[in-house]
C-alpha cells in the first residue's frame, strides 16, 4: 500500500508542476463560475494578483465592452458547454488590453463537488500567420523556448502534499490531455514514461505499445539523427554511438533550443515538428530522465510552401510582362514601320507605269499585316493557354483530308520555289481534336518555311496505326544547336542563330502546350545547316 501511496505521489506531483508551469491559461471554477484555481501563466497573461481573481466569476475576464449579448452567451457556455468544445471570443486584461482567445472547457467532480478546467489560448498569432509567417515563426519559438523553461522549473520542483493527491491527479490528468502539444518524458536511458493524449493522436500510438517499452526513437527519423550526430561532431568535437544520447546531449548541458524533426507515425506517414528536449534533474541536480514538448508545424510548412510558390509565380509573371513588352515593341515596331512607308510610297505612284512597284509595295503591306497577324495570334493562344481556357474536342476525321485542305491554306505564305511534299500511311481515319492539330502543322510548317532557304523542300509526313498519330514535319534549313534544343519550348526562346529572324518565340511553346493538351510527345531532330525534324505522336492512352 504505502508503494501505491508513493507511486500516486510522484504523479501528482508532476500534474501539479504541469500545471504551475503549463504555457497557457488554466482556470478551475466551481459550479457557480467563481475562481478556485488559477496558473502563474494565467495571471501574468491578465495581469492580475492570485488574490484578486480567487472567488470572483470566471467571466470578469471577459468583460467585452458593449457586448452583453456576447457576454451571457459566454455564461451560458462555461455553465453548459460540452467538454472538449471551443469557444472564440474575446478575454480582457487587467489594463483593458483585449485578447483574441480560444477557450476549451472540461467538467470533473471531485469531492462531490463539481468543477470547471478552462484552457484559454491566446489565438492571436494564428489570425496573423497567413499574413506574417515571419512573426509567426519568432512567437512560436519564444513560445517553446517559454514551454522549455516552465517545464525544466517544473522538474526541480516536483512536490505535492498526499492530502492534496486526489484533487491534483483529477485536474492535472485533464491539463497534460489536453495542452494542445505533445508531451513525451523518458528517463535517464531514453525508455518512454510519459506518452499524452496529444502524443496518441498525433503518432498514432497508444500509451501502453510504448511506456516502459519503447525509446522516443521508434517514431523519429533515423537520417535526421545521423544529421545531428554529424553537427554535433563538427560543433563540440565529440562523436556520440548512442542514438538516443545524440538526441540528448544539448540538453544534458543544459543548452535548449527547438529543433525541426519529422515524426513517424505508427502507419508510416510523417509530419513535421519542433521539438524542444529538457533534462529532468533531482533534488541533488542529478538527471533522471528527459521531457520533450513536440508541437506539430504542418500547417506553418504549407504557409511556407505556398508564401514561396506565390513569389516564384509572382517573379515568372513580371518576367514574363517585361520580355512581352520588350519583344512586342520591337516585333511590332518593324512591320508597322514597312506598312507606313509602302503606303506613303504606293500614294507618289500615280503613273500607270508604277504598277509594279505598287505592287512590290502591296507585297510588302500583305506579308507586313500577315506577321502582325501571326504574333497576335501567338499572344492570344498563349493567353487562353495560361488561363486554362483551351478545351479538347476530340472529334472523327478524315486526316488525309484535313491536312490536304491545311496545306493549301498555308501555300501563300511559304518563301519563294518552297515546295510541300506530304505522304499518309496507315488508316485515314482517327479520333482528334481537329482545331489543335490544324494549329500544330501551322506552326510547325510556318517555321520550316522561316528558317529554311527559298526553293527548299519542306516533306510532311503522317502515320496511323490503330488509334495512335504521328505527325513529322522536317525542313532543310539552318538547324538547331544541341544547346538550343533543351530550351526550345520555353517562352520567348530564340536560337542564337535565329536572332535575325523575324519571330516571337513563343510557338513551339504553344505547339508544345497544344501537344500536352492532346496526350502527345514531341521529339525534336536538328543538327546545324541540315534541317530539322519534328515528330510528334499522339495517342488516346492516358
Same mark, same amino acid.
Given at each position: 500500500? %504505502?508503494?501505491?501511496? &508513493?507511486?500516486?505521489?510522484?504523479?501528482?506531483?508532476?500534474?501539479?508542476?504541469?500545471?504551475?508551469?503549463?504555457?497557457?491559461?488554466?482556470?478551475?471554477?466551481?459550479?457557480?463560475?467563481?475562481?478556485?484555481?488559477?496558473?502563474?501563466?494565467?495571471?501574468?497573461?491578465?495581469?492580475?494578483?492570485?488574490?484578486?481573481?480567487?472567488?470572483?466569476?470566471?467571466?470578469?475576464?471577459?468583460?467585452?465592452?458593449?457586448?452583453?449579448?456576447?457576454?451571457?452567451?459566454?455564461?451560458?457556455?462555461?455553465?453548459?458547454?460540452?467538454?472538449? @468544445?471551443?469557444?472564440?471570443?474575446?478575454?480582457?486584461?487587467?489594463?483593458?488590453?483585449?485578447?483574441?482567445?480560444?477557450?476549451?472547457?472540461?467538467?470533473?467532480?471531485?469531492?462531490?463537488?463539481?468543477?470547471?478546467?478552462?484552457?484559454?489560448?491566446?489565438?492571436?498569432?494564428?489570425?496573423?500567420?497567413?499574413?506574417?509567417?515571419?512573426?509567426?515563426?519568432?512567437?512560436?519559438?519564444?513560445?517553446?523556448?517559454?514551454?522549455?523553461?516552465?517545464?525544466?522549473?517544473?522538474?526541480?520542483?516536483?512536490?505535492?502534499?498526499? @492530502?492534496?493527491?486526489?484533487?491534483?491527479?483529477?485536474?492535472?490528468?485533464?491539463?497534460?490531455?489536453?495542452?494542445?502539444?505533445?508531451?513525451?518524458?523518458?528517463?535517464?536511458?531514453?525508455?518512454?514514461?510519459?506518452?499524452?493524449?496529444?502524443?496518441?493522436?498525433?503518432?498514432?500510438?497508444?500509451?501502453?505499445?510504448?511506456?516502459?517499452?519503447?525509446?522516443?526513437?521508434?517514431?523519429?527519423?533515423?537520417? /535526421?539523427?545521423?544529421?545531428?550526430?554529424?553537427?554535433?561532431?563538427?560543433?563540440?568535437?565529440? =562523436?556520440?554511438?548512442?542514438?538516443?544520447?545524440?538526441?540528448?546531449?544539448?540538453?544534458?548541458?543544459?543548452?535548449?533550443?527547438?529543433? %525541426?524533426?519529422?515524426? #513517424?507515425?505508427?502507419?508510416?506517414?510523417?509530419?513535421?515538428?519542433?521539438?524542444?528536449?529538457?533534462?529532468?534533474?533531482?533534488?541533488?541536480?542529478?538527471?533522471?530522465?528527459?521531457?520533450?514538448?513536440?508541437?506539430?508545424?504542418?500547417?506553418?510548412?504549407?504557409?511556407?510552401?505556398?508564401?514561396?510558390?506565390?513569389?516564384?509565380?509572382?517573379?515568372?509573371?513580371? /518576367?514574363?510582362?517585361?520580355?512581352?513588352?520588350?519583344?512586342? @515593341?520591337?516585333?511590332?515596331?518593324?512591320?508597322?514601320?514597312?506598312?507606313?512607308?509602302?503606303?506613303?510610297?504606293?500614294?507618289?505612284?500615280?503613273?500607270?507605269?508604277?504598277? %509594279?512597284?505598287?505592287?512590290?509595295?502591296?507585297?510588302?503591306?500583305?506579308?507586313?499585316?500577315?506577321?502582325? =497577324?501571326? =504574333?497576335?495570334?501567338?499572344?492570344?493562344?498563349?493567353?487562353?493557354?495560361?488561363?486554362?481556357?483551351?478545351?479538347?474536342?476530340?472529334?472523327?476525321?478524315?486526316?488525309?483530308?484535313?491536312?490536304?485542305?491545311?496545306?493549301?491554306?498555308?501555300?501563300?505564305?511559304?518563301? &519563294?520555289?518552297?515546295?510541300?511534299?506530304?505522304?499518309?500511311?496507315?488508316?485515314?481515319?482517327?479520333?482528334?481534336?481537329?482545331?489543335?492539330?490544324?494549329?500544330?502543322?501551322?506552326?510547325?510548317?510556318?517555321?520550316?518555311?522561316?528558317?529554311? %532557304?527559298?526553293?527548299?523542300?519542306?516533306?510532311?509526313?503522317?502515320?496511323?496505326?490503330?488509334?495512335?498519330? =504521328?505527325?513529322?514535319?522536317?525542313?532543310?534549313?539552318?538547324?538547331?544547336?544541341?544547346?538550343?534544343?533543351?530550351?526550345?519550348?520555353?517562352?520567348?526562346?530564340?536560337?542564337?542563330?535565329?536572332?535575325?529572324?523575324?519571330?516571337?518565340?513563343?510557338?513551339?511553346?504553344?505547339?508544345?502546350?497544344?501537344?500536352?493538351?492532346?496526350?502527345?510527345? #514531341?521529339?525534336?531532330?536538328?543538327?546545324?545547316?541540315?534541317?530539322?525534324?519534328?515528330?510528334?505522336?499522339?495517342?488516346?492512352?492516358?
Amino acid at each position: 500500500m %504505502p508503494r501505491s501511496v &508513493k507511486s500516486g505521489n510522484e504523479s501528482s506531483s508532476h500534474f501539479e508542476a504541469l500545471f504551475k508551469n503549463a504555457a497557457m491559461s488554466i482556470i478551475i471554477a466551481n459550479n457557480d463560475g467563481k475562481i478556485s484555481n488559477i496558473n502563474p501563466y494565467a495571471l501574468k497573461v491578465f495581469g492580475y494578483a492570485r488574490k484578486e481573481l480567487i472567488g470572483k466569476k470566471m467571466t470578469m475576464l471577459f468583460q467585452i465592452r458593449n457586448s452583453g449579448q456576447n457576454l451571457q452567451l459566454l455564461r451560458t457556455y462555461l455553465k453548459n458547454g460540452k467538454p472538449g @468544445s471551443n469557444l472564440n471570443t474575446i478575454a480582457v486584461s487587467k489594463s483593458g488590453r483585449q485578447i483574441p482567445v480560444e477557450v476549451s472547457l472540461n467538467h470533473y467532480e471531485s469531492g462531490g463537488k463539481d468543477f470547471v478546467v478552462a484552457f484559454i489560448i491566446n489565438v492571436s498569432s494564428r489570425r496573423k500567420a497567413e499574413a506574417a509567417i515571419a512573426k509567426l515563426t519568432d512567437k512560436l519559438e519564444q513560445k517553446i523556448n517559454e514551454r522549455t523553461s516552465q517545464f525544466r522549473k517544473a522538474m526541480q520542483e516536483l512536490r505535492y502534499a498526499n @492530502s492534496m493527491l486526489e484533487n491534483t491527479v483529477s485536474y492535472q490528468k485533464a491539463i497534460v490531455d489536453n495542452a494542445g502539444a505533445m508531451i513525451i518524458a523518458t528517463d535517464e536511458k531514453g525508455v518512454i514514461k510519459l506518452f499524452n493524449q496529444e502524443a496518441a493522436l498525433n503518432i498514432g500510438y497508444r500509451p501502453s505499445e510504448l511506456i516502459n517499452k519503447k525509446t522516443p526513437l521508434i517514431f523519429h527519423n533515423k537520417n /535526421e539523427i545521423a544529421q545531428k550526430r554529424e553537427r554535433l561532431r563538427k560543433e563540440i568535437g565529440i =562523436t556520440i554511438e548512442n542514438d538516443f544520447e545524440v538526441m540528448v546531449e544539448m540538453a544534458k548541458r543544459s543548452i535548449h533550443a527547438d529543433e %525541426p524533426y519529422t515524426y #513517424i507515425r505508427k502507419d508510416g506517414t510523417t509530419f513535421p515538428v519542433l521539438l524542444s528536449i529538457t533534462s529532468i534533474k533531482n533534488k541533488n541536480g542529478e538527471i533522471t530522465g528527459f521531457m520533450g514538448i513536440a508541437i506539430d508545424i504542418s500547417d506553418r510548412k504549407k504557409i511556407e510552401e505556398e508564401l514561396k510558390l506565390a513569389l516564384v509565380k509572382e517573379k515568372e509573371l513580371n /518576367e514574363l510582362k517585361s520580355r512581352f513588352v520588350s519583344m512586342a @515593341s520591337h516585333e511590332f515596331r518593324t512591320p508597322l514601320s514597312t506598312i507606313l512607308s509602302s503606303a506613303y510610297l504606293i500614294e507618289k505612284y500615280i503613273d500607270t507605269n508604277d504598277q %509594279p512597284k505598287q505592287e512590290v509595295h502591296l507585297r510588302r503591306i500583305f506579308s507586313s499585316v500577315n506577321m502582325l =497577324t501571326d =504574333t497576335l495570334n501567338d499572344f492570344l493562344s498563349l493567353g487562353k493557354i495560361e488561363e486554362g481556357k483551351i478545351q479538347v474536342r476530340p472529334a472523327h476525321v478524315n486526316i488525309r483530308e484535313m491536312m490536304i485542305n491545311a496545306i493549301a491554306d498555308l501555300k501563300d505564305s511559304l518563301k &519563294k520555289r518552297q515546295i510541300i511534299h506530304y505522304d499518309h500511311i496507315g488508316n485515314l481515319e482517327i479520333t482528334i481534336d481537329i482545331q489543335l492539330l490544324k494549329h500544330v502543322v501551322m506552326n510547325l510548317v510556318s517555321n520550316a518555311s522561316k528558317f529554311s %532557304p527559298e526553293g527548299s523542300d519542306i516533306e510532311i509526313k503522317t502515320i496511323v496505326q490503330k488509334s495512335s498519330l =504521328t505527325l513529322s514535319v522536317k525542313d532543310y534549313g539552318i538547324g538547331i544547336s544541341k544547346d538550343d534544343q533543351k530550351h526550345l519550348m520555353e517562352r520567348f526562346f530564340r536560337g542564337a542563330n535565329a536572332v535575325n529572324i523575324q519571330g516571337t518565340g513563343l510557338g513551339l511553346h504553344i505547339v508544345s502546350k497544344y501537344v500536352d493538351l492532346m496526350n502527345g510527345k #514531341i521529339v525534336c531532330q536538328s543538327e546545324l545547316e541540315k534541317g530539322t525534324e519534328f515528330i510528334i505522336t499522339f495517342s488516346d492512352k492516358k
